[in-house]
């Protein structure tokens, strides 16, 4: 009878072991939560009903109220705790034993003390919330050195003494410490980069900074003993002494001297060569040329052109390299034309310049002008005729095109309204971009690029310089793509090697696509290949924080969340390392148009 009581216990036992709720979190992290939560809330009552918060249970499988694990429900990644009237302090002594956790707010509740130096052991912390409490005490400088630290709000409530200087943390966006006690000076912040800023209502004091962006008034009031060109109040100069007065005399005489004697010796050397020049023709009876001759006239042409005007020595006359296509743009028009208006110089690139030009009595033009393109003009000609037969309603058709050895002259219709790159990061003038209009940018982008690539796959021509500001917007705001089949790479791909097969030569156009979308889904403007922005996108995809690689102005705005994420997803295939595992540009437009059309049935479903 013993042995089937023994018996019975164990498989007891074991069924109990077997169907009890298994312990995914480390036993010491748990150990570290319930010790936070014990100085957090005294007394360790229940707040709120399955409040979970204890030994027996597990916060990711037991689902403490508050945390959020990861996907697999074995690691806590955030603790929100807000508006629970929690009137203890904060231990960042075992909240930081979390380490894993990426999210702490305490928002909006009562607790008090302060926040102690040992908040830099939260390595992974990347959002810290601790507005609407009762904490004093310094903001200790270790929180500035947090790695991965995004966000840090801290305003409503009593800190004092000094702020940290942040001026070495990269990745900050928000700061917001208003409402508060802070003393002394205003320290560094890397302004440019950050997206939200307030220090409103303290006691700071001094000039505020020159670099604080566009950040106004409004996020320095409150602070009598502030100066700076944003508030009322203006820094006084400072007095220079007696010696330093006559140092910077010296100076700028010294300056002035030398410069003095710049322009003499350049004066001497000029009369020095216009003697010899004149030498030259007096000796060389072949040289005399009567004031009718070419040379005087040559003269007179050449300062009458543009900065990009050349004549074509190898087929003896100008016009005669210029090839003007079939269109009621420039009906009519000569290279002379072009020569003889004024151009104004609006951009400039590492292989070229673009002008604005307009013709006497003609429509505005933009002329492209690419030097050292080692390509010959057969090969040239061949290449823009052939481009110029495929139409799209979203390329931008070339109008003319001009070739010597010398340089590469093509000629568009000027856009009055831009590109993509000035619309995102320029002034809109009041235009929304809103999530449908940058939907409906991508959309059309992608369907015009996966046509001329089919079409234009047997020729080997991918548009080869796909960014932002090659693509133009039209009078009804349309976009289009401009500088199709031009080889002079300002930004491409990083994993293209020098193997132009198909496969790499399109895929190029596609990772640059994926890098475009990725700014119209950041709003971050793209610098050197992109590689910056891929990398930040990355990182914070990888944190499970997703919605933080978003536009604020889309947030607020109300887009959709899924459909903002569907379009990640699309962008991230087509910046993938590898070109052949990246999709077809025809592949990209039917997930695109597929998005788009649940955004307008969304649209459409929610009118009155």
């Known amino acids: 009878m013993d ?5 019975f216990w164990a498989v007891f036992v074991f069924v109990l072991l077997l169907f009890s709720p298994a312990k995914t979190e480390d036993e010491g992290v748990i150990t570290a939560l319930l010790a936070f939560m014990d100085k957090l809330a005294p007394g360790g009552a229940q707040i709120t009903p399955n409040w979970g918060w204890n030994a027996s249970s597990d916060p990711c499988t037991s689902k403490w109220v508050g945390i959020t694990c990861d996907r697999d429900n074995k690691t806590v990644k955030k603790i929100v705790l807000e508006r629970l009237n929690l009137s203890g302090t904060l231990d960042v002594g075992s909240v930081c034993k979390v380490s894993n956790l990426l999210v702490l707010s305490l928002s909006f509740n009562n607790v008090t003390g302060n926040v102690q130096p040992e908040i830099s052991n939260c390595v992974r912390l990347t959002h810290l919330y601790l507005s609407g409490n009762r904490f004093s005490g310094d903001l200790p400088d270790s929180l500035a050195e947090l790695p991965n630290v995004k966000r840090v709000v801290v305003s409503n409530n009593g800190f004092a003494g000094e702020l940290p200087d942040f001026s070495g943390t990269t990745g900050l966006l928000t700061f917001l410490a208003q409402n508060n006690r802070f003393t002394g000076q205003i320290p560094g912040f890397n302004y440019r980069q950050l997206e939200d800023f307030s220090v409103a209502n ?8 020159d670099d604080t962006g ?3 008034a409004s996020s320095f009031a409150g602070n009598p003993q502030l100066c700076g060109k944003q508030l009322p109040v203006t820094c006084p100069l400072k007095k220079k002494k007696h010696k330093s ?11 002035v001297i030398l ?5 003499v010796l350049i004066a001497l050397l000029l009369l ?4 010899q020049r004149h030498e030259d023709v007096k ?5 005399k040329k009567s004031p009718e001759s070419g040379g005087s006239s040559g003269s007179r042409n050449s300062r009458a052109r543009s900065e990009f005007s050349i004549t074509s020595v190898e087929s003896g006359g100008i016009s005669s390299s210029m090839v003007v296509l079939s269109s009621p743009v420039v009906n009519g028009l000569r290279f002379e034309d072009l020569l003889k208006a004024p151009a104004e110089l609006i951009g400039r690139g590492k292989h070229g310049s673009l002008y604005r030009v307009k013709p006497d009595g003609g429509v505005g033009l933009v002329v492209k002008r690419i030097k050292d393109w080692k390509i ?13 037969q495929i139409k799209h309603p979203n390329v931008l058709p070339l109008v003319a095109y001009y070739s010597s050895k010398q340089e590469k002259l093509l000629v568009y219709e000027f856009q009055l309204n831009g590109s993509l790159f000035g619309l995102l990061h320029g002034s809109q003038n009041g235009q929304m971009f809103d999530w449908g209009g940058r939907l409906s940018v991508a959309s059309s982008i992608a369907a015009a690029l996966a046509f001329m690539h089919q079409e234009l796959q047997a020729d080997l021509i991918p548009h080869g310089n796909l960014k932002s500001s090659n693509i133009l917007l039209k009078n009804n705001m349309e976009p289009c793509l401009s500088e199709y089949g031009l080889m002079a790479r300002d930004h491409q791909d990083p994993n293209q090697t020098n193997n132009h097969t198909t496969i790499t030569t399109f895929k190029a156009d596609v990772y640059a696509f994926g890098v475009i979308l990725l700014e119209l889904l950041t709003g971050k403007p793209v610098q050197d290949d992109g590689s910056g922005l891929i990398k930040w996108v990355s990182s914070v995809v990888q944190e499970e924080w997703t919605v933080e690689v978003f536009d604020k102005a889309l947030i607020v705005e109300g887009a959709s969340e899924e459909r903002m994420v569907g379009l990640l997803q699309v962008a991230l295939k087509c910046i993938n390392a590898s070109p052949e595992l990246r999709p077809t540009m025809g592949q990209v437009v039917t997930i695109i148009s597929s998005l788009k059309e649940e955004e307008e049935q969304s649209m459409t479903s929610s009118d009155p």
């Open 202 to 209: 303290n006691d700071l004091s001094g000039p505020i900074p």
């Open 259 to 263: 410069g003095f004697v710049v322009v």
């Open 272 to 275: 020095k060569k216009k003697k």
């Open 283 to 287: 000796i060389d009876p072949s040289t």
């Open 376 to 388: 010959s003009r057969d090969e040239f000609k061949k290449r823009m005729q052939k481009i110029d």
């Open 3 to 7: 042995r089937i009581r023994s018996i």
């Open 214 to 216: 566009r950040f106004d």
């Open 245 to 255: 007065k006559l140092r910077d005399f010296l100076i700028y005489s010294g300056y």
